[in-house]
């Protein structure tokens, strides 16, 4: 998988431990690499856990340059018109 997606072992622990966030790119050869459903990763079935998403997510966009901020409200935009 490492090779795959050209990331060291030590950079995935990273972002299994919450250090550090993969660009949008990573993100989509990690999604492929792992056989992975974007649904699983942004959809959730309790309001508790809907909650405490949007609570992650507004400390993470807070977080953002303002280009990063568009580019990651448009991925939300898109995300939400997908029909799971």
Do not use: N
């Not at 299994?16 to 942004?42: A, K, N």
């Not at 959730?44 to 953002?64: G, I, V």
Request: charged letters at 25%; proline letters at 2%; hydrophobic letters at 35%.
């Amino acid at each position: 998988m490492l090779k795959k997606i050209g990331k060291t072992a030590g950079y995935i622990g990273q972002i299994e431990r919450g250090l550090s966030y993969p660009s949008y790119p990573v993100l989509l050869q990690l999604i492929e690499t792992l056989e992975l459903d974007v649904q699983s990763l942004f959809c959730t079935s309790t309001l508790e856990e809907s909650a405490k998403l949007k609570q992650e997510y507004a400390q993470l966009y807070s977080k953002l340059s303002k280009k990063q901020q568009q580019l990651a409200l448009g991925m939300l935009k898109l995300i939400s018109r997908c029909d799971f």
